[in-house]
Each structure stands twice: as C-alpha cells, then as structure tokens.
C-alpha cells in the first residue's frame, strides 16, 4: 500500500481565541475558583484560531454529550467527504481504487464509525480498509 494522496478539512465557523476567551468566561466564569487561570491557559496555548462545527452561540444549548456528539457525527461526515473527494481529486484516482481511509479526530466517536458512515454515503468499495486514529 502506499499513500497517494491526503487532504484536510476543518469545520465552517472559525473563532480566535480572544472571542472563544470571551463565550468561554460569559458560560463558565461565575462557576470558576479564578477566572484568571483560564485566561492565563487560553493565552498560553500559542492558538490563534479554532474551528468550531456550530456557531460559539449554540455551544451553551447544548446540555447533554449526546446532542454535542450527535451534531459532531453529522458535521464530520460531512467534512470527511470533501477531504476524501479532494484527497481522490488530487491523486486522479477514481474512488473504486481507494484500498483504505485513515480517519483522524479527537473530538467524538460515531457507531458507526465516520468513515464506515462515509463508504455508505459516497458508495465506496465495501472491502476498504478502516483505519479510525483517535
């Protein structure tokens, strides 16, 4: 095997860290010991930005795991197709010759797994290899 092409994407709606700093501080800061520390963390990580799968506003309706990992199930399937698409666009392979997908997050988990979701969606070789990274 050998790899032939790789692609990324990343979820549509992007945020710096200061307006993260800020939604993080207005949900959780009456709740923290001292507030400070979490602004000291976030200005420490060296992260200017960071994709979000939902708009910062809807993160505080999200009251249960089940609802966040159900929105993440979706927006990742969605996001694994157009990096495989792309990651067989730039190769010139057509995805009947696809011999296996590796599938990196540390964000969720699907059962089905995303890429078992995604050979469904995109009609891919049913014998592919599944390689889930988390």
């Known amino acids: 095997m050998n ?3 790789c692609a990324s994407a990343f979820p549509p709606h992007e945020y710096d860290q200061e307006t993260l700093l800020r939604a993080f501080l207005a949900h959780w800061g009456h709740r923290l010991a001292n507030p400070l520390m979490l602004q000291r963390l976030h200005g420490a990580v060296g992260v200017e930005k ?3 799968a939902l708009p910062v506003e809807q993160y505080p309706g999200l009251t249960k795991w089940g609802d966040a ?3 993440w199930i ?6 694994a197709e157009q ?3 792309k990651a067989l ?3 010139g392979i057509d995805k009947n ?5 590796f ?3 540390v964000t969720g988990i699907a059962s089905p797994s995303v890429e078992a979701r995604l050979i469904n969606r995109m009609r891919l070789p049913v014998n592919v290899k599944r390689v889930p990274i988390f």
Do not use: M, Q, T
């Not at 979706?74 to 996001?79: G, K, P, Q, T, Y």
């Not at 010759?97 to 997908?101: P, V, Y």
């Open 69 to 71: 990992n159900d929105h």
């Open 3 to 5: 790899i032939a092409s």
């Open 50 to 52: 960071r994709h979000l």
């Open 74 to 79: 979706r927006v990742s399937v969605d996001l």
């Open 83 to 85: 990096c495989l698409s």
């Open 103 to 105: 599938f990196v997050s």
């Open 97 to 101: 010759r696809l011999g296996a997908i």
């Open 89 to 91: 666009e730039r190769a």
